[in-house]
Structure formats: structure tokens, C-alpha cells
């Protein structure tokens, strides 16, 4: 009998990782890992790691890392990809730090195309500093800091990062994905082996948005995580392809 | 025949792999971790087909799949 | 080698370039934007790059991410700015990523004004983020020292793998003066970065990270022993000051930066008076040349005359801790953009004398 699936040969067989139990950033991480190593270009990839639970994956996915101030991977990425063309440059970033604090770097990492992949993770709340509100959180949804729910003319409506980044001129490929059950999560490392193949074809900046359960700070167990996106967070976060010309 | 190896340690008890099985042969068992988790565990191995979703939903790269 | 009538921020700029600097990212901010200008074009001639960040922040951190793969890289900024760069020169310091950040002050505090003042004293030598960590500090005094000690923070910056944080001031920046610039070093002859830049894998085939943040309290209080031993060595091997007409003196003024070279000229004066005065101006703000407060007769002079241009007094009191309390201070001080006369230095010498 051959392992007909496993560990990418290159992720750490001894920490496993910090996350929540059902949390969707580790299956991002490992996504992530088999396209590197699919495409053999795990020594030229550098990830640019935010502040957040995000940033737990640095040593678990055995990519050289850089880890970032908060919120400032997108401007991190786009000078290293400009000054290391052969690199292949990803910018892996939570919502509060993609959305939040990071929004003119993201905005204007998107807007210079530089030829980078952006993997933003949307889980609709600040998830490693205790479940306070995001930009991305649900107009209703209850967040530590908006205790009883979202509210619009309170906080706002919120943040379409994938349909903002998808309106501006030079980003080429902007999609949004899920990866709380196994079709979706087929879907979401298609879109980043894409997205990495673009870099290496110098097509430009790719985006790709993964919805991702919280289990801990939306109070629900993991199943009960992954229904709530497919009831309600992908009803104001439609997932799909938002641009592609490739 | 397909089989499925859940490791011990990585499993996380969160049951995404039991929603994902086609043929309903996976479950929380009742073996706990060290960090106190049930882990998952193949109820039926002669009915793994050797899908992999089980192993593809997985968070915590806990699943090895064999065909 | 060729002598040239430049502007100093023109003359940093430069000087960068020749010490083999390949990325610059800045923001728009007086009386410093005469480096982006100049360096906007000037990099691409070189095969280098220069991006004009969204923000202060932004353009620290763009330096971060290519410092860390071991390109010489440099920011620059004044006053406000650098409030605005200090998380990112706190990353910078505590990943130990080595690259160049350049301050032509101006006066505060907030915006303040554009005008030249020394009112980031105590910002760059002490506490320029939270955290506690320090930079290499130098501060040069005339458009040639700008340069030089520009073209020498990169060599500092490799040799330790350390922000290296040149304070100047809006008027070094903007004055002209006749230089030599330093030759042009050739990339080949840069130390090698292979060892840790971020974009090569380990000989062991692991994976690096460039970080300033350790999973274990045990592992964060490492780094930052190490930075300590770093600083300790500093202290040892890497004062530097300028000492003029120490000898026989029996008054002593000092100064740093743009007042360093006031209080020289008020020297000279006082000399020409007939009147024995000294001059200690420090180089190295970090590490603080307390040698060269140690090494005054203090069985002669019982008092200094510390010229800054900030309000209140930032300097002094390094001197203060530097001379152990044993001589009075004597501060002459502007602030605001109002810069420093030759002859108020003068004044209070001779009130005294």
C-alpha cells in the first residue's frame, strides 16, 4: 500500500499546529505547503507573515518567513518582490490585520500589481486577541466589542475585501474560497497553485480570500462553524471569482 | 485495500473528517491525546474507498491515507 | 577623487548609493525630500530600486522586508515621520535586520515646524519605540561628515546586523558645501549575506525566519541578551568624538551635530579672545562617548556649556550622567527652528570666565 495522501514532505513532523481544533488557517497552511511543493519552489518562497493567529504558521509550513508588523505584509511583500523578482512572494494575512489596520497597504500593494499573492483570511473577528470585531464582522453577528451585534449605522457595513481589490485596475486574479469541507478546500489550493503560478509567469498580483471557521470566538463547535458558513457567511461573502484576467 | 492512519497527537477531535466521509466509517472514538482530545478513528476499514476528503478537510494534517 | 558642491540631503543620498545601498522607501516629508527626489532616479541608474510608500509606515516596513534579504537598504524621514517609522525601527532592531534610517530633524513637538532643531535627542538615542532596544546613532555636523558617516552606517549596520539611525538636522540637510564624496563600492565586495538572508534556506535544508518575536519568554529574553552584549560591545570598541583644544582648557562647551559645529566656532572665538575653551562633540550618540567625558580634568573645570537647539534640554542630560554630576551645566539652548548663534555660546562662556 502507498500513502496516497500525507504531510507535504517539507511540513514540521513534530509540532503540529497551534490552532483551534476545526480552526481553517491549518488547512490553509497545508494547501499551501503541497502547492509549493507541487510546484518545487519551496527555496525560493518567502512568506510574509502578520500579527495575528495567522502568524502562528510561520515554523509549521518550513517556508523561510519573514514576520511582519502588523498589518504591513502587503508593503513587506511588494518591496521584497520588486528587489527579488525570481522569489516567489506570498503575503499571508488575517482580517484584522489585512482589513483593519493594514488597509492602505493593502490597498496600495493591490493597486501597484506588484506580482505577489495575497492569502487573506476572513473569519469575521479578531480571532488571536479574543474575538473582538473586524471589519469583516457580520452586520448581527456578536464580536467582544460589539456585544450585541454588528450593527450598520453603528460600526458600518462590512469590508468586501475580494470585491474592493477585484474594482481596481491592476490586480488579475481576485477570488473567494472556503475551507471548511473538502470540495471548497479543493477549490481554494486550485486558486493559490493559480496565484503562484502567475508569479512565476510574472502575470501580476493575485488575491485570494478563504473564508475561515472560528470556532472559539463564534462560540460554535467546529461542525456547527462550517454550517454558518455556508448559512450565513458566504450569503455576505458570495464565494467565486470575482476577477481573472489572466 | 484503502485505509486510513489518524495520527494520534495532530487530531484535534474536531470532526471535520466525519461530516467529510462519503461512506460514514469515521468517528470520534474514545481514545484521548495527550492534549486531551478524542481522536478520530475508522470504524469500518474495509469500506474506505481511499477518497482522501477526510484527509483534505483535516486542519491538522492528522490523516495519512493509504491505497 | 573628485570634490563637489552639494547639498547635504543630496550628499547622503549619494553617499548611500556609493556605499552600495540597492533600496530606498520613503515619504514625502520637509526638510528631507531631497533624498526620495534624488534617489528616485539616481537607483535605477545603479540596477537598484526605490519605491514611495503609501505612508511612514509603510515605507519602514518595505525596508524591512529587503534589508532582511540582504540588500544595504535605507529610509529617511524628520521628526514626525520617524514617530510614524518607529514600529517599524523597533522590528528592525529587534529581528536584527541591518539598514540605514536617516532623521533631518526638524523642530516639534507633533508637526511643529519644518525648520531645523535637534529635538529628537532622546527619541533617538533612548526610546525611539517601545520595547526597549537601541539603534547605532551617529551624528554628523557638516554636509562632508553627513556623507561620511552615511557611507559608514551601512559597513556598521552588516557588521552587527543592526539599524543603524543617523540623526542629522534640517540644516546639514540643506546647506551646500564642497565634498569628497566616497568611492563607489562594488557589490562583490559587500560582506555576504548567505549566512541569514531570509530568502535562502538553511544548509540543512530548514527553513529561516527573520522575526522579532520568539515563541518562549526564555527565547525572547536570549534576543535580547544578545542585543545587550551587542550594545555592551558598542560601548567598548565604539565611541567616537571629536575633542578640540581639550588640552589646556579650562572652560568646556559640546554640542552634537549642527550645535557641535557652533560651539566649534565659538571655541575658535573664545580662543581668539584669549579665553582657554574646549570642545567635546560626540560622533556616536549610541554608543555615548563617555569616554571623552572621563576624560576631563575635573580638578580644573568646574563647569560645561551644553548647546542644543531643543527646549527643553534633551543632551544635557546625558552630559550630566556622562561628567557624574561633577560639573554644573551650563545650557544654551533655541528650539522651534531658531538656530543657535555663535556668540550666545560665546556670551555665556565669558559670563563666566
Known sequence: MNVVYGSPSFTSEVMGTGYCPGCGHGTVHKLLAEVVEELSVREKTVLCYPIGCAGLGGGWTNLNTLSCAHGR??????????????????????????????????????????NITVIFINNTNFGMTGGQMAPTTLIGQKATTSPDGRDLERHGAPFKMAELIAKLEAPKFVGRYAVHDAKNAIKTKAAIKKGLQMQLDKKGYSFIEVLSVCPTNWKKNPLDSAKYIDEVVSKTYPLGVYKDVE | MPKIEVDKEFCKSCGLCTVQCPKKIIKIGNVVNSKGYNIAEQTDESQCTGCKLCAIVCPDMAIVVYK | MSKEFIKGNEAIAEAAVRAGCRFFAGYPITPQNDIPEYLSKRLFEVGGNF?????????????????????????????????????????????????????????????????????????????????????????????????????????????????VYVLADGMTGNM?????????????????????????????????????????????????????????????????????????????????????????????????????????????????????????????????????????????????????????IISVLTSGGVILETEAIVDAVKERV
Open chain 3, 51 to 163: 519605491i514611495q510608500g503609501e505612508s511612514e509606515v509603510a515605507s519602514v516596513n518595505m525596508v524591512f522586508g529587503v534589508a532582511a534579504t540582504g540588500i544595504r537598504s535605507m529610509t529617511s524621514s524628520s521628526g514626525p515621520g520617524l514617530a510614524l517609522k518607529a514600529e517599524g525601527i523597533s522590528n528592525l532592531a529587534g529581528a536584527r535586520v541591518p539598514s540605514v534610517v536617516v532623521n533631518v530633524a526638524r523642530g516639534g513637538p507633533a508637526i511643529g515646524t519644518i525648520l531645523t532643531a535637534q529635538q529628537d535627542y532622546l527619541s533617538a538615542t533612548k526610546a525611539p519605540a517601545p520595547g526597549g532596544f537601541k539603534c547605532f546613532v551617529l551624528a554628523p555636523a557638516t554636509v562632508q561628515e553627513a556623507a561620511d558617516l552615511v557611507y559608514e552606517a551601512f559597513d556598521i549596520a552588516d557588521k552587527y546586523r543592526t539599524p
Open chain 1, 73 to 114: 505584509a502587503g508593503a513587506v511583500a511588494t518591496a521584497v518582490k520588486k528587489t527579488n523578482q525570481d522569489n516567489v512572494i506570498i503575503a499571508y494575512q488575517g482580517d484584522g490585520d489585512l482589513a483593519a489596520i493594514g488597509m492602505a497597504e493593502t490597498m496600495h500593494a493591490a493597486n501597484r500589481g506588484e
Open chain 3, 176 to 328: 551646500m558645501e564642497v565634498v569628497e564624496l566616497p568611492p563607489m563600492r562594488e557589490l562583490s565586495e559587500l560582506p555576504s549575506k548567505d549566512d541569514w538572508r531570509v530568502n535562502k534556506l538553511e544548509q540543512d535544508g530548514n527553513f529561516r525566519s527573520i522575526s522579532s518575536y520568539s515563541p518562549t519568554a526564555e527565547g525572547l529574553q536570549e534576543m535580547n541578551e544578545a542585543s545587550e552584549a551587542m550594545y555592551q560591545q558598542w560601548d567598548k570598541e565604539e565611541q567616537r568624538w571629536e575633542a578640540f583644544m581639550m588640552d589646556d582648557a579650562e572652560y568646556v562647551v559640546t554640542g552634537y551635530g549642527s550645535s557641535g559645529r557652533i560651539a566649534k566656532s565659538a571655541v575658535k572665538e573664545l580662543r581668539a579672545q584669549g579665553i582657554k575653551a574646549g570642545l567635546i562633540r560626540p560622533i556616536t550618540l549610541v554608543p555615548f562617548p563617555k569616554d571623552a567625558f572621563d576624560q576631563i580634568d575635573y580638578g580644573r573645570i568646574k563647569e560645561i556649556f551644553v548647546a542644543e537647539m531643543s527646549i527643553p534640554a534633551q543632551y544635557a542630560d546625558d552630559v550630566r550622567w556622562a561628567t557624574k554630576s561633577k560639573l554644573e
